[in-house]
C-alpha cells in the first residue's frame, strides 16, 4: 500500500514523502497513529499543492533575506566598551550586545542566534561578524568597537 507520511519516521521517511509499505503496518500502525495518509489521487494533489505553496515560501523568505543581507553590509554599527590603561580591555562584545545595537543604530532586527562570533570580541577597532541569515545567505556587519 502506498502511504503518504504526514511526519517523520524513522527507518521509513521524511514528512511528505510517499513510500510504498506492507497493508498492515499502513493500517495497524501508520493510518491509525495519524503519522501518515492514504496515497489515493485527492491526497496526492494535496501534496503536490502543499509542496508548491512551501517551494513559494521558501524562495520569498531567501529573497527577504537577500535583501536583508544588502542592508547589513552597506550598515555600521558601533559599539562601546570599558577600557583601562594602556587601551586594556574590560570583559568583551557579545551577539546580543551587537544584536542590540543593530537595532538601535540601523533599525534592523537581527536574532542574535544568526550572528556567529568565533570568539568573543575584545580589542578597539573595525571587526567584520559574520551574520548567518539564511542556509543559503551569509553576510557581514562591521562592527566599531570603541572605549566608552
Do not use: C, W
Request: proline share 1%; net charge positive; charged share 30%.
Amino acid at each position: 500500500m502506498k502511504v503518504i507520511l504526514l511526519e517523520d519516521v524513522k527507518s521509513l521517511g521524511k514528512k511528505g514523502d510517499v513510500v510504498n509499505v506492507n497493508d498492515g503496518y499502513a493500517r495497524n500502525f501508520l493510518l491509525k497513529t495519524k503519522k501518515g495518509i492514504e496515497a489515493n489521487g485527492k491526497n496526492m494533489n494535496d501534496l503536490k499543492l502543499q509542496k508548491a505553496n512551501a517551494d513559494k515560501v521558501a524562495q520569498e523568505n531567501l529573497e527577504a533575506a537577500k535583501e536583508l543581507g544588502e542592508q547589513i553590509a552597506k550598515g555600521k554599527i558601533e559599539v562601546s566598551i570599558k577600557t583601562g590603561e594602556g587601551g586594556k580591555v574590560f570583559g568583551s562584545v557579545s551577539s546580543k550586545e551587537i544584536a542590540q545595537a543593530a537595532e538601535e543604530q540601523l533599525g534592523l532586527k537581527i536574532d542574535k542566534k544568526k550572528i556567529q562570533l568565533k570568539e568573543q570580541i575584545k580589542s578597539l577597532g573595525v571587526h567584520n561578524v559574520p551574520i548567518k541569515l539564511h542556509p543559503k545567505v551569509t553576510t557581514e556587519l562591521k562592527v566599531h568597537v570603541v572605549e566608552e
